[in-house]
């Protein structure tokens, strides 16, 4: 089974992507391709939280274990059997900054494709170690553009 999920940051309207994972992925796995596809630095601690319905972390997983087991002993399918299919993946442990990824659809798996992978995105890549996200690009290509040069200041001789 396939499990299509949609990472945002929360209050930011600009950041999104969409996953399709594989119900057998570790959470290890899963993150590794997070790191590769957002360009975070692989040598910081990051963990994911599992989510009920009403949006309380009830469980924990990191690269060690933090009480609940690690990231390479569960798999997507079993936490969305537990019901903890919404997840919080946090890649900066000291500021608490997290990617929300909700549960779109689930779907058959198809043979000759890759997982996980990329199937929608829209905005820049977070910078992992930024206080807020800036997506400088996005504001530039819904502004005006402005002349830089003033006409009145150019004599013809």
Do not use: H
């Amino acid at each position: 089974m396939i499990y299509s999920y949609r990472a945002t940051i929360p209050g930011n309207k600009i950041f999104m992507r969409e996953y399709e994972v594989k119900g057998s992925t570790s959470l290890y796995s899963y993150s590794v391709y997070l790191i590769n596809d957002l360009g975070f630095a692989p040598d910081q601690l990051v963990v994911f939280r599992a989510l009920d319905k009403n949006g309380k972390v009830k469980k924990e997983y990191g690269l060690f274990d933090l009480g609940d087991g690690t990231m390479d002993s569960i798999t997507i399918e079993q936490l969305v059997s537990q019901g903890l299919g919404s997840l919080e993946y946090v890649y900066d442990m000291f500021k608490d900054r997290a990617l929300s990824l909700e549960v779109l659809s689930t779907g058959e798996l198809f043979p000759k494709r890759s997982y996980p992978r990329l199937i929608a995105e829209k905005g820049k890549n977070p910078d992992q170690f930024s206080d807020n996200y800036d997506d400088f690009e996005q504001m530039l290509d819904t502004a005006e553009p402005e002349s830089i040069i003033d006409d009145s200041d150019l004599l013809l001789e």
